[in-house]
T-cell receptor, first 112, second 115 residues
C-alpha cells in the first residue's frame, strides 16, 4: 500500500512563530488528507487536497499539494497555544474501501 | 454533522476479560467503518475495515479471533477484544465513512487498560 513520510516528528515554537509540517511519498497520490489530534483527543479532519498544485487556506492554516502530487505541506502562520497537537497527513491505501495510511505525525508544542 | 460516537471512553479490567467497544455514526449512514489502534506518541495503525453486512477485512498481523468486529447496521460497528491481556492495553479509535472517497470521521476513542 501507499507509504508516506512525515517530518519533522516534533516541533516546538514560541507563540507567534510559524510552523510547517511536510509529507512526502515516493508514488503519485490520488489525494491527501490532513488531520489534527489534540493531546488526549481523537483525530479531527482538517482538509482534503486532490488537485495538482492545489493550495487551500483555513484562517492561519495553508495547505499545499505538490505539482507532482507526491508531497504536501501544512503551514501555520503566527502559531497560538490552541494550535498545540499532532498533525497527521493521511493517504488512501488503495482498494475499494479507501482505507487511509497515516503519516507518523508532527507534534507541535507552543510556548506562550 | 458527521458525528461519530464511541463507547465506552475508558475501560479498566482484569486480564482474561472480553471487552466490547461500540462505534455509532449518529447523523449519517456509514458505508464503511474502520478500527485503529494507537500507542502513546505514535501514529494510528489500521486494524481492520468493516462494511455493513459483510466480514471485516483485517490488516496483516492483526488476529481476527482476538479482535472480533461486527458491523450489523449502517450506523453501528463493534469491536470485541477477546480474553484481553496487558499487551492489548492501548487507545482504540473507530472512524466512519459515508460516501466513498469522503473523509473519515473519528469517534472519541476508547482507552483500554488491562491489569
Amino acid at each position: 500500500g501507499q507509504q508516506v513520510m512525515q517530518i519533522p516528528q516534533y516541533q516546538h515554537v514560541q507563540e507567534g512563530e510559524d510552523f510547517t509540517t511536510y509529507c512526502n511519498s515516493s508514488t503519485t497520490l490520488s489525494n491527501i488528507q490532513w488531520y489534527k489530534q489534540r493531546p488526549g483527543g481523537h483525530p479531527v479532519f482538517l482538509i482534503q487536497l486532490v488537485k495538482s498544485g492545489e493550495v487551500k487556506k483555513q484562517k492561519r492554516l495553508t495547505f499545499q499539494f505538490g505539482e507532482a502530487k507526491k508531497n504536501s505541506s501544512l503551514h501555520i502562520t503566527a502559531t497560538q497555544t490552541t494550535d498545540v497537537g499532532t498533525y497527521f497527513c493521511a493517504v488512501n491505501s488503495g482498494g475499494s474501501n479507501y482505507k487511509l495510511t497515516f503519516g507518523k505525525g508532527t507534534l507541535l508544542t507552543v510556548n506562550p | 454533522g458527521a458525528v461519530v460516537s464511541q463507547h465506552p471512553s475508558w475501560v479498566i479490567c482484569k486480564s482474561g476479560t472480553s471487552v466490547k467497544i461500540e462505534c455509532r455514526s449518529l447523523d449519517f449512514q456509514a458505508t464503511t467503518m474502520f478500527w485503529y489502534r494507537q500507542f502513546p506518541k505514535q501514529s494510528l495503525m489500521l486494524m481492520a475495515t468493516s462494511n455493513e453486512g459483510s466480514k471485516a477485512t483485517y490488516e496483516q498481523g492483526v488476529e481476527k479471533d482476538k479482535f472480533l468486529i461486527n458491523h450489523a447496521s449502517l450506523t453501528l460497528s463493534t469491536l470485541t477484544v477477546t480474553s484481553a491481556h496487558p499487551e492489548d492495553s492501548s487507545f482504540y479509535i473507530c472512524s466512519a465513512q459515508g460516501p466513498v472517497n469522503q473523509p473519515q470521521h473519528f469517534g472519541d476513542g476508547t482507552r483500554l487498560s488491562i491489569l
